[in-house]
């Protein structure tokens, strides 16, 4: 069943002993860094070697928010042609993605309205979308400027960040905000949800009047 805009694939308020449980997905052309920004995140550390995602990657991790305990799920989705089904279908409830292009790599970057066109057509609930640039200790080899990055966002209305998984410049920073987006409206859907002190003082008067009107 689809969840609300805003909304985790737990309640807030139901969440036991203050843990939350959250899906990010990673997406993006092959070879942008998904799957290193994952393992940078999870367990700090970056395997230089580049070996393409088959299909699916997935990573874990806890992280301490606000007094919250959140179970992060990370699931790294292929950027292959060929993996388009098995994309589409782990779409669905989707908290957040993070859409990554590699900014030595100007193919990466005009993909990116390509990207979210898929996003648009196969995720529920409205999930937060948040657009990296990474790769950016390859100085010498940069392709795509801050500028036009920023600019790209500010034209589609998302957030833009920069990061390296190599040195791990930006990568907690871009991670933590994505998750305290998500934290945040997970809140607010949660108080929305709860009835206000006067409406409840009113049901229970009317409650007590009916229950008068029948002795």
């Avoid at 393409?52 to 874990?60: A, I, K």
Wanted: some cysteine; aromatic content about 10%; hydrophobic content about 35%.
């Amino acid at each position: 069943m689809d969840r609300e805009p805003g909304s985790l694939s737990k309640p807030y308020e139901d969440a036991v002993s203050n843990l939350i449980w959250i899906k990010v997905v990673g997406i993006g052309n092959a070879n942008v860094g998904k799957t290193c920004l994952i393992k940078h995140f999870c367990e700090s550390k970056f395997n230089a070697g580049y070996q393409p995602t088959v299909g699916v990657d997935y990573g874990f991790k806890v992280q301490e928010m606000q007094g919250v305990d959140l179970r992060v799920h990370l699931w790294d989705l292929s950027g292959a042609s060929e993996f388009f089904d098995v994309r589409n279908e782990l779409y669905s409830g989707t908290d957040a993605i993070f859409l990554v292009f590699d900014v030595t790599n100007t193919s990466s970057f005009e993909a990116l309205d390509q990207w979210l066109r898929e996003v648009q057509r196969f995720t529920t609930g409205r999930p937060e979308v948040f657009v990296v640039g990474n790769k950016t200790d390859l100085k010498m080899k940069r392709a795509v400027t801050s500028s036009d990055g920023k600019k790209f966002c500010q034209q589609h209305k998302y957030r833009y960040f920069e990061t390296s998984a190599a040195t791990g410049e930006g990568v907690m920073p871009m991670f933590e905000a994505l998750l305290q987006v998500v934290l945040e409206r997970q809140r607010s859907a949660a108080a929305a949800r709860k009835p206000s002190a006067g409406v409840r003082k009113e049901e229970q008067t009317t409650d007590i009047y009916r229950r008068q009107s029948r002795s």
